[in-house]
């Protein structure tokens, strides 16, 4: 293997590039370079579930913000993302969902016929190490460890008891035959540690002498010649490099950071490129379209305490890390989100359309606004929104960060299902179940009642739920910017294995699928004729090797 050349540059190592750089590297005679922009996930707060809430430094973020959202008060609002090994994985909460099993019949009938569930069912299987469930819907020998939470906050409990005192059902796995309920969430944990997409797929693969990963390395230009793409230019730490792939180049930089690649390499909408002075390699309009996002509305009560809050106060801090080191239990363990409820806002929907979870703490502006005593947020989350939005350009410098426009509520159905979230939030809060605990609610407050206050109160504090999708599409239209097998339209290569390909955003968290893409884009890398193959043959393989 020379200094330079490799057969696959991976570019991006979240949730889905460790899975492809660790499954390429399963075969010894094949090199893979592996770039991370941020650093490697030494920070001791990463691996402890709880300090997740204290990740917000550029170290390992990359705390971008918007454009100016229109039906938010023109706030330029905070939006976070991983930059270490692990990406989001290693700064998230943890959350285990993989969607509704109809998100992926949508994708089939938009022409990926080759991603429905029960296509891409079997590469969840291959990724989970489940650690209570083994059956038609999970597995226990993957790389990513699944497991219940060591302890559940009263506050959570008393959720549980509010939806079913509402008249939802009690709901044990939320990935398996319903997902209609209300329940705990499994989490990315292994021995009360945070599992992440580097502790799960790169740890093993570390001596691999095939593997070479390379952090702090941010992609500017993705090299193409006679219409093929050879290579990558990168930096690492501000040093210029240039590496060549003999096969392919991958991005897995998530749905911000391709997208954003792709322009910077002049391939996307022709146009827009010329307009900031890039040269036109290839004339892709979908590149940057289609983005979407989940958008959280949330409600704080003040409670009795009973709640995580002041539990980061020195001494508490002191002695609840006691507990942990001793016992692996206690504060450090929590994931914070530890109960959930899928709910549908009417019975016109085929499927949840709400998604609530419950926060024993208050959580006000991602964690950044500090309230004295002790309190609970429950986040809701219109989960199929309308609104479309984009990932362009600023500049043709590729240190000046991207105009990332979620274009929140631009579609007045989005308005519609919001509200019916918030209203459920306080019908949970008004329940019996919670009035040993619940003092008074805190925000918006009792005197926000009439649909006008409730939507200026949305306009002035609802943030992003941290799940960009979709700008890098997957499909067969003129928007189109992969193809099933996750290739690029028109440029051998190339590929684009992230969140970014999902045609349309899935109901929940996108931890999960964005793992899946991993998996089974190494799949089609491995096994070119895989997309060939029947619906049929496909679901009969089972688990694929």
Sequence with gaps: MSENRYDYIVVGAGAAGCAVASRLTEDPDTTVLLLEAGGRDWNPLIHMPVGFTKLTSPSVNWGFETVPQAQLNSRRMWYPQGRTLGGSTSINAMIYIRGNKLDYEKWAELGNDDWGYEQVLPFFRKAERNERLNDRYHGSDGPMAVSEQVQYNPLSKAFVRAAQELGLTFTPDFNGAVQDGIG??????????????????????????????????????????????????????????????????????????????????????????????????????????????????????????????????????????????????????????????????????????????????????????????????????????????????????????????PNF??????????????????????????????????????????????????????KTDYHPVGSCKMGNDDMAVVDQELRVHGLPGLRVIDASIMPTLISGNTQATSIMIGEKGAHHILNPAAASKSVRDAHSEGVPS
């Design 409 to 462: 509520l631009a579609d007045p159905y989005d308005w519609e299902i919001s509200m019916e979230g918030f209203r459920w939030g306080r019908e949970m809060l008004a329940t019996r179940a919670y009035a040993p605990f619940v003092k008074k609610e805190h925000m918006p407050g009792a005197d926000v009642r009439t649909d006008r206050e409730i939507r200026d109160y949305i306009r002035q504090w609802a």
């Design 184 to 405: 705990f969430y499994d989490v990315t944990q292994r021995n009360a540690r945070r599992e992440s997409a580097s502790t799960a797929y790169l740890r093993p693969a570390r001596d691999r002498k095939n593997l070479i990963i390379q952090p702090h390395a941010l992609g500017t230009q993705i090299l193409v010649e006679k219409g093929r793409a050879v290579g990558l230019k990168y930096t690492v730490k501000g040093k210029p490099a240039v590496a060549c792939a003999d096969r392919e180049v991958v991005l897995s930089a998530g749905a911000v950071n391709s997208p954003r690649l792709l322009l910077l390499s002049g391939i996307g909408p022709a146009d827009e490129l010329r307009a900031l002075g890039v040269d036109v390699v290839h004339d892709l309009p979908g590149v940057g379209r289609n983005f979407q996002d989940h958008m959280d509305v949330y409600l704080t009560a003040e409670t009795i305490p009973v709640s995580y809050n002041e539990s980061d106060r020195p001494l508490k801090a002191l002695a609840a890390g006691i507990q942990y080191v001793l016992y692996r239990t206690g504060p450090v363990t929590a994931s914070v989100c530890e109960a959930g409820m899928f709910v549908r806002s009417s019975d016109k929907v085929d499927a949840p359309d709400i998604q609530m979870h419950c926060l024993p703490a208050y959580v006000i502006d991602h964690g950044r606004m500090r309230v004295k005593g002790h309190g609970m947020t429950i986040n809701t989350c219109n989960l199929r929104p309308r609104s479309i939005g984009s990932v362009s350009l600023r500049s043709a410098d590729p240190s000046v960060p991207p105009a990332i426009d």
